[in-house]
């Protein structure tokens, strides 16, 4: 999918007092211009893991946060393969660009850092990168979870309860498992133990070509009983006392870029 980019690979982005991009894959800054965010005002660019459906704008955008590399800004979160490199992975992110931000950090499952007013918690995953991190988000606006690319494990659901928002990395639909990700039966068993108020769906690959995001979305909620919608690129949600869903009306094109900054 990363090739094909029918469901695209930008990441997402988090605005809670700071601006916060996660996992900027193939096509994250023309993304970000296409859908009217500006790249120029990032805070922080996370990388979870290092492959590069997950990194490989990083680099471009830690070019965005610095002010085109021309002031010493902002953090770069990432894992320690994406940071410094762990046998045949990475690192994701070359030491020149990382000599240019404010700050780098190298998160662990079970470590925190603060960004702003938004504390990010590294998750334990199971993936073929060891130093996969999910990530907890504590904001004002209360506790946001994802999972990371990462295969199911006993223990995965319990640490995301509190969340209010869940974002899952579902790389394929029904039951249709394979190693190190997580399919849509996973998704349901997850949200019955989490029981957030809404579920985002994303990440998802070639199979779901098949069964479209929207049915599996609908089936997901169906037998977890929590509301899930697919993370279609443009998808934005608005986390107050009640959590709004506005979805794009189409799929954004080149027509509508707008040069941001
Ligand atoms: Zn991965």
Same mark, same amino acid.
């Given at each position: 999918?990363?090739?094909?980019?029918?469901?695209?690979?930008?990441?997402?982005?988090?605005?809670?007092?700071?601006?916060?991009?996660?996992?900027?894959?193939?096509?994250?800054?023309?993304?970000?211009?296409?859908?009217?965010?500006?790249?120029?005002?990032?805070?922080?660019?996370?990388?979870?893991?290092?492959?590069?459906?997950?990194?490989?704008?990083?680099? !471009? =955008?830690?070019?965005?946060? *610095?002010?085109?590399?021309?002031? &010493?800004?902002?953090?770069?979160?990432? +894992?320690?393969?994406? /940071?410094?490199?762990?046998?045949?992975?990475?690192?994701?992110?070359?030491?020149?660009?990382?000599?240019?931000?404010?700050?780098?950090?190298?998160?662990?499952?079970?470590?925190?850092?603060?960004?702003?007013?938004?504390?990010?918690?590294?998750?334990?995953?199971?993936?073929?990168?060891?130093?996969?991190?999910?990530?907890?988000?504590?904001?004002?606006?209360?506790?946001?979870?994802?999972?990371?690319?990462?295969?199911?494990?006993?223990?995965?659901?319990?640490?995301?309860?509190?969340?209010? !928002? =869940?974002?899952?990395?579902? *790389?394929?639909?029904?039951?249709? &498992?394979?190693?190190?990700?997580?399919? +849509?039966?996973?998704? /349901?068993?997850?949200?019955?133990?989490?029981?957030?108020?809404?579920?985002?769906?994303?990440?998802?690959?070639?199979?779901?070509?098949?069964?479209?995001?929207?049915?599996?979305?609908?089936?997901?909620?169906?037998?977890?009983?929590?509301?899930?919608?697919?993370?279609?690129?443009?998808?934005?949600?608005?986390?107050?006392?009640?959590?709004?869903?506005?979805?794009?009306?189409?799929?954004?094109?080149?027509?509508?870029?707008?040069?941001?900054?």
């Amino acid at each position: 999918m990363t090739v094909d980019q029918r469901f695209r690979t930008g990441g997402f982005r988090i605005h809670a007092g700071a601006k916060i991009h996660v996992d900027p894959g193939p096509g994250a800054l023309l993304l970000s211009h296409l859908h009217d965010l500006n790249p120029l005002d990032l805070d922080c660019v996370v990388v979870t893991h290092c492959h590069p459906d997950h990194y490989c704008d990083a680099e !471009v =955008l830690t070019e965005a946060m *610095t002010k085109r590399m021309t002031q &010493r800004r902002g953090v770069l979160v990432g +894992s320690e393969s994406v /940071i410094r490199g762990r046998e045949k992975w990475g690192p994701a992110v070359s030491p020149y660009h990382q000599s240019k931000v404010g700050e780098v950090v190298c998160l662990r499952p079970g470590e925190t850092c603060e960004i702003g007013e938004v504390k990010l918690e590294g998750t334990p995953t199971k993936h073929s990168d060891p130093t996969t991190f999910g990530i907890k988000f504590h904001t004002s606006a209360g506790l946001v979870g994802y999972t990371g690319d990462t295969e199911y494990f006993e223990e995965l659901p319990e640490y995301f309860k509190g969340s209010r !928002v =869940l974002i899952i990395n579902v *790389t394929r639909p029904q039951n249709r &498992r394979i190693r190190w990700h997580l399919c +849509s039966d996973d998704a /349901i068993d997850i949200l019955k133990r989490v029981e957030p108020e809404l579920a985002v769906m994303i990440h998802m690959g070639m199979l779901f070509l098949r069964n479209p995001p929207d049915e599996e979305a609908a089936r997901i909620e169906r037998e977890s009983g929590i509301r899930t919608v697919p993370g279609y690129p443009g998808t934005r949600l608005t986390i107050g006392k009640e959590i709004s869903v506005a979805r794009p009306l189409k799929q954004a094109t080149l027509g509508d870029f707008k040069l941001n900054g």
